[in-house]
């Protein structure tokens, strides 16, 4: 169901000693289908911006998702998506841009791997 998959963004949030806050919006669209849109502020004052798309009876699928990473001074420090506008990547369409504007290829990310990323940035005061 939907309403678990948000419940495990909310635990997720919630156990992470970097973020300072978050504003998540979730929209159900069905039992099963529901958007994920929101921001996640760091003690750093870094932000995340998120947003998914998923389909969740058997197991999650994010058929768009969007994770925007930017450091205090709102400069991009990585994106993580899946928009077909790299089809010349072996990992199209998931792709990761990077801090030099560069696009790399990239597996796909779920909201804990990038939340490890970025916690590893901000305990080391970085981005």
């Given at each position: 169901?939907?309403?678990?998959?948000?419940?495990?963004?909310?635990?997720?949030?919630?156990?992470?000693?970097?973020?300072?806050?978050w504003?998540?919006?979730?929209?159900?669209?069905?039992?099963?289908?529901?958007?994920?849109?929101?921001?996640?502020?760091?003690?750093?004052?870094?932000?995340?911006?998120?947003?998914?798309?998923?389909?969740?009876?058997?197991?999650?699928?994010?058929?768009?998702?969007?994770?925007?990473?930017?450091?205090?001074?709102g400069?991009?420090?990585?994106?993580?998506?899946n928009?077909?506008?790299?089809?010349?990547?072996?990992?199209?369409?998931?792709?990761?841009?990077?801090?030099?504007?560069?696009?790399?290829?990239?597996?796909?990310?779920?909201?804990?791997?990038?939340?490890?990323?970025?916690?590893?940035l901000?305990?080391?005061?970085?981005?």
């Open positions: 169901m939907i309403e678990e998959y948000f419940r495990g963004i909310e635990e997720l949030l919630a156990t992470r000693g970097f973020i300072h806050s504003s998540i919006t979730y929209d159900k669209r069905s039992s099963f289908v529901g958007f994920v849109r929101g921001e996640i502020r760091f003690v750093d004052r870094s932000v995340l911006y998120v947003r998914e798309f998923v389909h969740a009876e058997h197991s999650p699928q994010r058929h768009t998702y969007a994770y925007h990473y930017q450091g205090p001074d400069v991009l420090v990585f994106r993580y998506d928009a077909p506008h790299y089809p010349e990547l072996p990992s199209a369409p998931h792709h990761k841009h990077v801090t030099d504007l560069s696009v790399v290829p990239s597996v796909a990310p779920d909201l804990s791997s990038v939340l490890e990323e970025v916690g590893r901000v305990v080391l005061g970085k981005p």
